[in-house]
């Protein structure tokens, strides 16, 4: 079986919602994912929780995080490369207001530190750190956060990606200025959620979600530090996250929604192969092709998207597994699937389906 598909949870009686989940596979052969859940995206009692798969399978979720009265968002998993693993957060009632905290555990997700707030002060307005996708530890052994912000739709409602910079094992970050747009030929918002991979040393690149109908991508040449013009690539972006693993081969994965709508149908869930760098790419697998029978089901707000998770497949995070790759991802709001493809089906010219 080349592509196999398990849920780590499904209609969970807790709560009506769940979404953004976040993957990390550890040395001893366990997986962690992450995700919020609550009555519904952007409501106080949204919480982060975690649950672990063993050779036995996934066990039953626990709640990690939940600050009384505050909205929980976008959990992020992250392994330092010393034993240690990080589960970054965003809280707060509006995106533009988020702050992020950071839990610790040395015991490879066991238990975890009280949660500390990543950038105190000022500097932390609106988000720090990873924004959705996991950050990266770049050649010379620093690690790169992708990380964007979202202005106040009274203050404009722009968009920015930057990049966030830690040499000193996360207990201070270093912000990039934003990712340049041509803003007058760009249309909406603009760009957040980057995807990062590092090609060579200090060469690393970005992968976006947008407001153009088109995934863009940047690059660097200076290890995060400065960025190019972002450039819409030739795959279709819905304004939904996304997210891209670079391989041993070089290979860069991309798992994403294809469709060219601002808001539009976050189905159908496919990985695309690039072989060149990010900038070209071929479809490879279907993880989840579902028709939409409610049009207009997206409704982005400030608080929160509102949605019923009608045939929705979205907010995906990939990682290397085994001879291919593993995702996890929202399904349809009841539940998180989590899915194993293999190199085979990466490598085959046409598209193979998820085993359902």
């Known amino acids: 079986?080349?592509?196999?598909r398990e849920f780590v949870l499904r209609d969970d009686p807790r709560f009506g919602h769940c979404h953004a989940s976040t993957l990390l596979s550890l040395p001893d052969g366990d997986v962690l994912a992450a995700w919020f859940a609550g009555s519904r995206e952007g409501a106080a009692d949204v919480a982060i929780w975690l649950a672990r798969r063993t050779g036995?399978?996934?066990?039953?979720?626990?709640k990690v995080a939940d600050e009384a009265g505050l909205p929980h968002w976008n959990p992020v998993l992250f392994a330092t490369g010393h034993g240690e693993v990080l589960l970054f957060y965003k809280t707060g009632h509006r995106i533009p207001d988020w702050r992020t905290r950071v839990l610790r555990s040395r015991d490879g997700g066991l238990s975890w530190s009280a949660p500390a707030e990543l950038v105190p002060g000022a500097d932390g307005a609106g988000g720090r750190g990873p924004v959705?996708?996991?950050?990266i530890r770049l050649a010379d052994g620093g690690w790169l956060a992708p990380a964007s912000v979202e202005e106040p739709r009274s203050a404009g409602?722009?968009?920015?990606?930057?990049?966030?910079?830690?040499?000193?094992?996360?207990?201070?970050?270093r912000r990039s200025a934003p990712v340049p747009l041509d803003r007058p030929a760009f249309p909406g918002a603009g760009v957040i959620q980057p995807a990062l991979w590092e090609s060579a040393p200090g060469e690393v690149r970005m992968l976006l979600r947008s407001s153009c109908g088109r995934v863009c991508?940047?690059?660097?040449?200076?290890g995060?530090?400065?960025?190019?013009?972002?450039?819409?690539?030739?795959?279709?972006?819905?304004?939904?996250g996304l997210d891209a693993v670079r391989l041993a081969d070089g290979r860069v994965v991309l798992a994403h929604n294809p469709v060219a709508a601002e808001w539009g149908a976050r189905t159908p869930l496919v990985l695309s192969v690039s072989e060149g760098?990010?900038?070209?790419?071929?479809?490879?697998?279907?993880?989840?092709?579902?028709?939409?029978?409610?049009?207009?089901?997206?409704?982005?707000?400030?608080?929160?998207v509102r949605t019923d998770g009608h045939s929705e497949f979205s907010y995906p995070a990939v990682v290397p597994w085994a001879d291919g790759v593993a995702v996890v991802y929202t399904w349809q709001r009841r539940g998180i699937a989590f899915a194993t493809v293999s190199e085979a089906a990466l490598r085959r010219n046409n598209e193979s389906t998820v085993n359902r």
């Open 217 to 222: 991508r940047s690059a660097s040449h200076d």
């Open 157 to 173: 409602g722009r968009w920015d990606a930057f990049t966030d910079r830690s040499d000193d094992g996360g207990a201070s970050w």
């Open 1 to 4: 079986m080349t592509v196999h």
């Open 224 to 240: 995060g530090a400065t960025w190019s013009t972002a450039r819409p690539l030739g795959v279709p972006n819905n304004n939904s």
């Open 56 to 62: 036995d399978g996934w066990g039953a979720p626990v």
């Open 132 to 135: 959705k996708n996991k950050p």
């Open 277 to 304: 760098d990010g900038i070209t790419w071929r479809r490879a697998v279907v993880l989840e092709d579902r028709p939409v029978s409610r049009p207009g089901a997206i409704v982005p707000d400030e608080t929160g």
